[in-house]
């Protein structure tokens, strides 16, 4: 009996410090997974050159999108187009935009005559001629005058007062369908123009829009 005592005492001693040491381990591995881990040197330079790099492409976009902002610009668009005059564009544009923006080539356009490809330039004058007409030799491929601020109004083909119909005569510089029918019926009741200067008989054309429209005009 006192042996059996004896063993059971001894039995509970070793499961007490059994379950220390268990504690015991416990305790240390909380520490070690409480403890900041090292940095390693290279993941460190990996991270910065990656910034960098993300930090020059940042700079780069940036000034790639300040070199890429359009400029807006104004040509003339003038000849056989639905809507001819002034049209806003920019440097990416060509001479086929301006066209569009013109209403598109009237009926009588002959196109073929035009580089429809050549990027647009400020204060440009686009032609474009009617079939059977020659553009002048001194007007370029996109039927305007070589060079930006050129007007290309003493490049203009002639529109002759007696013969032009409504869509010619809005050829002119300022003349619209309205105007151009008062030169029709002025010249259904009085006949012939005998001179330019006559054009001022015309309701809407005084001095100074004769002067404008004199290269421009033939009898």
Do not use: C
């Not at 005592?5 to 039995?11: A, D, G, Q, V, Y």
């Not at 059994?18 to 881990?37: E, K, M, S, T």
């Not at 940042?58 to 001819?84: F, I, L, R």
């Not at 054009?199 to 290269?215: A, N, Q, W």
Request: proline residues 4%; without cysteine; glycine residues 8%.
């Amino acid at each position: 009996m006192e042996r059996l005592k004896e063993l059971l005492e001894n039995t509970s001693r070793e499961i007490w410090i059994i379950i220390g040491l268990v504690l015991a381990l416990i305790g240390a591995a909380f520490l070690l997974l409480r403890q900041p881990q090292p940095v390693n040197d290279t993941t460190m330079m990996a991270e910065t050159v990656t910034a960098s790099s993300q930090s020059m492409q940042m700079t780069e976009n940036g000034q790639t999108a300040t070199t890429s902002v359009t400029t807006t610009m104004y040509v003339d668009v003038k000849g056989a187009v639905k809507q001819p005059g002034l049209k806003k564009v920019d440097q990416t544009m060509r001479v086929i935009d301006a066209v569009q923006l013109a209403g598109g080539f009237a009926g009588n356009a002959d196109e073929k005559q035009v580089n429809l490809a050549q990027r647009l330039v400020d204060q440009q004058v686009v032609y474009i001629p009617k079939r059977g007409e020659k553009v002048d030799a001194a007007m370029n491929q996109a039927g305007a005058p070589a060079g930006p601020g050129a007007t290309g109004t003493s490049q203009t083909p002639q529109v002759n007062l007696n013969t032009a119909d409504v869509t010619e005569l809005q050829q002119l510089d300022g003349v619209g369908e309205k105007k151009a029918a008062k030169i029709i019926e002025y010249r259904e009741a009085h006949g012939q123009f005998q001179s330019i200067e006559e054009l001022k008989e015309v309701s809407g054309f005084g001095d100074k829009t004769l002067e404008r429209l004199r290269p421009q005009l033939a009898v």
